[in-house]
């Protein structure tokens, strides 16, 4: 019975250390190239955040015109927006819908998805299972419920593994399930603005409306394995569509934060291939 217990414990834990801080800062020493370096808080982008936004754009433009069928209030509001988009789309694509699996694959060039990891008892992990990344691309999203610096967390960070933290003290929970599943529903649901929704609640579940949102499982690099992917912070401009927010896999934890919907892209650091795991720095040293 004892046996059969610590079995059981020792199998998680070499799953869940890939994720545990104090793990993985004690073992920093053996794993180097783990390490991300920048200069300076403003030098950490690997891109501007104008070629963020337009690549979201683009996706998100195809999944409103794969979904429009099923958009009922939208097409009642029929915004200024939402008829060029339409329009657009139309002529884009000869009038037919496109399927939203094949939305990131038109729009971006590729396709991720959640696997088996190829890191031994690591869980989950991200590939690119179709199409090609070049360098620079935006490749996935972090989603969660963000917190500022000066916001309660300790609930919801307990046994959680998908925590991450901004540069600025920013934290995004990015945690599918329990309480922080909860909160995310609670906060998106509040921020609703007439039929439109300010942010998307199925990356929640197993089939996320926005194929990006699946950031928080892409694992950790290692001196075997380099990072082929970076994670970038990105403000949400007040310029973006309100029709199109609606795939913004992030919402605020208080409803009166006066700062821009911080969200946070993963962006690819070199070509990658179909087939390959994403892998990431999880520490960045700032000089």
């Known amino acids: ?18 994720r545990f801080v104090p793990w ?10 783990t390490l991300r370096q920048v200069t300076g808080l403003s030098k950490d982008k690997l891109v501007p955040d ?4 337009q690549s979201l754009l683009r996706l998100f433009r195809v999944l409103l015109r794969s979904h429009w069928a099923n958009h009922g209030e939208l097409r009642a509001a029929q915004t200024p927006f939402l ?19 094949d939305a990131m694959l ?3 060039g590729f396709c991720i998805d959640r696997k088996p990891s190829t890191l031994p008892f690591a869980g989950t992990g991200v590939f690119v299972t179709k199409g090609f990344v070049r360098k620079g691309a935006t490749v996935a999203m972090y989603p969660g419920t963000i917190y500022q610096a000066n916001e309660p967390i300790l609930l919801q960070s307990i046994r959680n593994p998908f925590v991450f933290r901004c540069i600025d003290g920013v934290l995004i929970d990015g945690n599918d399930k329990g309480i ?25 579940t197993d089939s996320p409306q926005n194929p990006l949102a699946v950031g928080q499982y892409v694992n950790n ?22 029709e199109l927010r609606q795939y913004l896999p992030n919402v ?7 700062r821009p919907l911080r969200c946070v892209v993963l962006v690819s650091l070199r070509d990658i291939t179909a087939g390959e795991e994403l892998f990431s720095n999880y520490y960045t040293i700032v000089h």
């Not at 019975?1 to 890939?18: D, E, I, N, P, T």
């Not at 993985?24 to 020493?29: E, H, Q, R, Y």
């Not at 008829?83 to 699996?101: A, F, H, Y």
């Not at 605020?252 to 006066?258: A, E, K, L, P, V």
């Open 106 to 108: 038109q729009s971006l």
């Open 180 to 204: 922080s599943k909860m909160v995310f529903r609670s906060c998106s649901g509040r921020d609703r603005l007439g039929p439109f929704m300010m942010s998307d609640t199925s990356w929640l």
């Open 50 to 53: 104008e070629e963020v936004s």
């Open 83 to 101: 008829r060029q988009v339409t329009s657009d789309d139309e002529q884009l694509c000869g009038g037919n819908l496109v399927c939203g699996d």
């Open 24 to 33: 993985v800062v004690l073992n920093l020493s053996k794993n180097e190239k």
């Open 252 to 258: 605020n934890y208080s409803h009166d934060t006066q």
């Open 221 to 242: 690099c290692s001196n075997e394995r380099p990072a082929n992917v970076c994670y970038q912070e990105y403000d949400v401009p007040d310029t973006f569509p309100i």
């Open 1 to 18: 019975m004892f046996r059969a217990v610590l079995k059981s414990f020792q199998s998680k834990w070499k799953s869940y250390r890939h």
